[in-house]
């Protein structure tokens, strides 16, 4: 949410904080006024790229990019295979510098495998995220079978699968129903840092520096003597590999009980970006290997980065970067890291879908080549698995982490869908959100008061404009300190709150990580006293820079910590909140203004004596699963959070939902947020938007009403603004533009029941609500780049409007022998095809498709609360055979009682001219006062004689309209409740 030095407020108060700083620290004025000076440094120059790293700048990127591929120095010594039921350990050699690593190969029910390597006998434990946080707790298992096994070579088997690992050099292969879908360290790309004890021999940067410097610019004379390992044409490299795979055992023991060879080199111990020194305590401890999908010519996922959903090679430029940052106004279509990081990348092709999970929280880079593409690298698998043309399309990643293990989970799909399940089973679903969350949500930074947040609410309502939640950022506390109300501006919040929830809608304040290093702030002293901080690596308190001034962040990944901050949402403890206030957790990146990258310096230390850099990417996940456990803790497990937060990583889905970050409001960044949302949905966190009208400018009314209309239709819906800009509510508009605001919120309301069934569907399936059309058209290639129009569900196309003066847009319309109705007025579209469709101001172009029932709610009210009761109407849209389909889910919209059986789930099916709704699972029963108020039918090739309904055994007659141009038949007023069986037969 934030901006680092656009307004001379906030200059001025960070030099005030640095004032304060002095003068609580009358001996060091040198440190305060270098601490000023860094402040100033972010304030001017954070838009530009020079404050992150590039590869190169990343000692450890570095190194593994410079790999090139070859055969693997990696060996597997097969007679230390063990064979478990469901699970396989071998050893690893490095024949180079005779360290030992045990690899593991599981078999994982719903279709999935997991490989991971560790070092044998580390000198100290590698840090590895604790089953229950990314992942929902122990994957389920299943029965894993060798089908051969020889001296270089073994096969297994689960399901219709195969792992072939391959001794010398070491690989994995994945085939599935006797096809290669996915190889591990096919290009020999793998490298395991081990961790090992600086000698005093081995130098440090500066003199690693200068020694490689020096022997790379050696003459050439001079090099003839060098080992042999070392020679370019790497003949004894391989020698040594055909050893150790004729020799067995005998040969690793014998290479094992040498010393093992350390190769230094610059960045290992110690490296400096700009002004920032990073210490490297424990040496260098990354890991790499390149996954190779034979077959496959598009990957998808890896967010967050600001570019398109088809991810291109990186060959020219930089890998892309998974390295939670706080980047306001980022740029479009480069890796550069952003807020979050899902190490997970699904690859399809008009056969099958597949995904893998790099089950690793440190920065990540990831590079991708593509032999379509590049013409680089040619598929191995296929003649290692009978045949194969070296056409063969294949993409070619290479995964480099900091820190940790590998540890990757091998998702085989077949299909799109099943990939979403075995996601889901291993890092679980977004949760159903409250009914309020999917609805309009109003922010700005800041309403200035109580008088302020009073008159925006009432403007709502005289222009007759839903919405659901009001937002107050940062000035709404005393002073930045979280929990707290500034006392002049909001006096009494909770007659605030309670005026806004009158009208059944609710409130959100932000609450950031940072804590005011005050001792007259509770939080503060507490967790200070407790010693609930992270440490700087000396074993002191942190100490950053963000918006109080001098400031310190708990350490949330200690689950005492995170439920110690649970505690502070408790009414008691949280003065002047209510049942109807909801949390925004932002810079939780962490963004430190005066930190390497505006973040924590990598040296930090976090529980168990673990350094940032091992778990960097999961301290926002942390932070967002407290808030949501303190909201719980508040409503004694009844009511669902709803929690907000800027900085995820893979699991985050289970604890709220998210928005991507300080964007603009130009015309580029309200089409890149149509990639951006497909990325993010793709990979499970798919309760996510993109601020309406951009953060940062000033939108003209044009772009402006075109947003609101995208994120009608995209899952979530707030419009959110910087300080310094104009105010943008809708109805400042022009008359003109507020109305079609207006209409384009309205809809969002209409369609409420459907969103809110297909979000009950994705905590079921982990099916996402947002999807790009291959996922519902897999075989069709014209599909398999589209990222400017996409699906909600399975039932409406959607095609944003994203260029200035644009009345009409080309709507590619997928499915050969299908159909699409204009949901306005619905106007039939061929499928198989791309048409021009007309799109005024006033229209998004969105599309139903033929063979779907949607539901709908069309008395629209001030907010969703006020329209639980309301009646619903069924919008069936026939394919050309007269048949459609389509559910809904109802609720109590706000508790956790669906989770004992109080809901309603209905199925919709029409055919041979008739209308049934049946009960969709027999476990979910309540009452409910929801009926049924109008059926719309569309695609009927006749009027009907009759309309008759069918309930509890009693027939009565319907009144009825019918439109001969459209085929379009509205059934008026069945009056029967929702939680009913019923049929409406046409005859």
């Excluded at 001219?913 to 009960?919: T, V």
Aim: proline letters at 6%; charged letters at 25%; glycine letters at 8%.
């Amino acid at each position: 949410m934030r901006i680092y030095g656009c307004t001379r407020n906030v200059i001025v108060k960070m030099a005030l904080s640095a004032e304060v700083f002095r003068r609580r620290n009358t001996r060091m004025p040198q440190l305060s006024a270098l601490l000023l000076g860094l402040m100033l440094t972010h304030l001017a120059s954070a838009v530009s790229k020079d404050n992150f790293k590039t590869c190169d700048q990343s000692g450890f990127c570095k190194r593994h990019r410079a790999m090139q591929p070859g055969a693997s120095p990696y060996v597997v010594l097969m007679d230390t295979l063990k064979i478990q039921p469901t699970t396989m350990e071998v050893q690893v050699h490095n024949t180079k510098n005779n360290v030992r690593l045990l690899l593991q190969v599981t078999a994982l029910k719903f279709n999935s495998a997991r490989f991971k390597i560790n070092e044998l006998n580390p000198i100290r434990k590698r840090y590895e995220i604790p089953v229950g946080d990314a992942l929902v707790g122990e994957p389920k298992q299943q029965d894993l079978k060798v089908l051969e096994r020889t001296d270089a070579s073994i096969t297994l088997g689960f399901e219709q699968n195969k792992i072939r690992i391959t001794g010398a050099p070491f690989r994995i292969d994945f085939i599935s129903n006797e096809e290669p879908v996915i190889s591990i360290n096919s290009q020999g790309l793998f490298k395991f840092e081990h961790f090992r004890e600086k000698s005093p021999q081995q130098p440090g940067w500066i003199e690693g520096l200068s020694s490689w410097f020096s022997n790379r610019f050696r003459p050439a004379e001079e090099n003839q003597d060098e080992k042999p390992e070392e020679q370019a044409n790497g003949d004894v490299v391989e020698m040594e590999i055909k050893k150790m795979a004729g020799e067995g055992g005998e040969a690793g023991e014998k290479k094992q009980d040498m010393p093992p060879k350390e190769e230094e080199e610059p960045g290992m111990w110690e490296e400096t970006f700009k002004n920032f020194h990073d210490s490297k305590p424990y040496g260098p401890s990354s890991v790499g290997i390149d996954i190779s999908f034979p077959g496959f010519e598009h990957v998808y996922g890896i967010p967050e980065h600001a570019d398109s959903m088809a991810l291109k090679t990186t060959k020219s430029g930089d890998p892309y970067r998974l390295f939670n940052l706080d980047v306001f106004e980022y740029e479009l279509y480069n890796p550069m890291a952003l807020y979050g990081s899902v190490p997970v990348m699904l690859a399809h092709n008009e056969k099958r879908t597949v995904g893998i999970f790099w089950h690793n929280a440190a920065e990540t880079w990831i590079d991708i080549s593509s032999n379509t593409a590049d013409k680089n690298f040619l598929s191995k698998i296929a003649d290692m698995v009978g045949g194969g043309s070296k056409e063969l399309p294949q993409t070619d990643t290479h995964w480099i982490s900091e820190s940790g293990v590998v540890d990757v989970f091998i998702m085989l799909g077949p299909t799109a869908q099943d990939v979403f399940y075995q996601y889901a089973q291993l890092t679980g679903t977004t949760n159903l959100p409250p009914l309020f969350g999917i609805s309009y949500h109003q922010c700005r930074w800041n309403y200035n008061d109580q008088d302020d947040v009073k008159s925006v609410d009432a403007n709502f309502d005289v222009y007759d404009i839903p919405y659901d939640v009001i937002w107050l950022d940062i000035e709404h506390t005393n002073g930045k300190r979280y929990f707290t109300w500034d006392p002049a501006k909001f006096p009494n919040s909770e007659e605030m709150i309670n005026n806004v929830a009158s009208k059944g809608r609710k409130m959100v304040t932000i609450v950031d990580p940072h804590l005011k290093s005050d001792s007259n702030y509770g939080v503060y002293v507490e967790a200070r006293d407790k010693g609930y901080n992270v440490k700087n690596k000396d074993g002191g308190d942190y100490d950053g820079w963000c918006w109080p001034g001098s400031s310190s962040w708990p350490d949330f990944t200690n689950p005492e910590v995170r439920k110690w901050w649970a505690s502070k949402f408790l009414f008691e403890e949280y003065k002047g909140s209510t049942p109807s206030l909801f949390t925004w957790n932002d810079m939780n990146e962490p963004s430190v203004f005066n930190g390497p990258e505006i973040t924590f310096h990598k040296d930090v230390k976090h529980m168990d004596g673990f350094e940032n850099r091992d778990l960097h990417n999961m301290y926002g996940f942390y932070v967002q699963q407290a808030t949501a456990e303190g909201q719980l803790l508040r409503s004694n497990n009844q009511e669902r959070f709803f929690v907000l937060t800027r900085a995820f990583f893979a699991g985050s889905q289970r604890w709220g939902s998210a928005w991507t970050g300080d964007n603009m409001g130009d015309w580029s960044h309200l089409k890149v947020s149509n990639p951006m949302m497909l990325s993010l949905n793709l990979v499970g966190i798919t309760h996510s938007g993109a601020d309406i009208g951009g953060f940062f400018k000033n939108p003209d009314t044009e772009l402006l009403t075109r947003w609101y209309q995208a994120g009608a239709y995209q899952p979530f819906f707030r419009a959110h603004a910087h300080v310094d800009t104009k105010r943008r509510e809708p109805f400042v508009q022009p008359e003109e533009n507020m109305k079609i605001i207006r209409d384009a919120i309205r809809a969002r309301y209409s369609y409420l029941p459907f969103w809110y069934t297909l979000f009950y569907e994705g905590e079921q399936k982990g099916v996402p609500p947002m999807r790009p059309l291959w996922v519902e058209f897999p075989k069709d290639p014209n599909t398999f780049t589209m990222d400017d129009e996409y699906l909600l569900g399975s039932a409406l196309l959607v095609k944003p409007i994203t260029e200035p003066g644009q009345t009409g847009t080309q709507v590619y319309f997928p499915d050969m022998d299908g159909v699409w109705y204009d949901i306005d007025t619905y106007k039939a579209y061929q499928g198989g095809q791309s048409t021009y469709v007309e799109a005024p101001l006033s229209k998004i172009p969105v599309f139903q498709r033929g063979g779907t029932i949607v539901p709908r709610k069309l008395r629209i009210r001030r907010s969703s609360s006020l329209m639980v009761h309301d009646p619903f109407t069924l919008v069936v849209c026939l394919n050309k055979n007269g048949f459609a389909n389509g559910s809904l889910y109802v609720d109590d919209y706000h508790t956790f009682n669906y989770r004992k059986g109080e809901y309603i789930l209905r199925y919709f099916t029409f055919e041979h001219n008739e209308l049934l709704s049946q009960l969709g699972d027999q476990f979910g029963k309540t009452a409910t006062r929801e009926w049924v108020e109008k059926v719309i039918i569309v695609g009927l090739k006749a009027e009907p004689k009759s309309v008759t309904l069918r309930s509890k055994g009693v027939e009565s007659y319907l009144a009825w309209s019918f439109n001969s141009a459209s085929g379009q038949l509205i059934i008026r007023k069945p009056g029967v409740n929702i939680a009913t069986d019923f049929s409406i037969k046409l005859s």
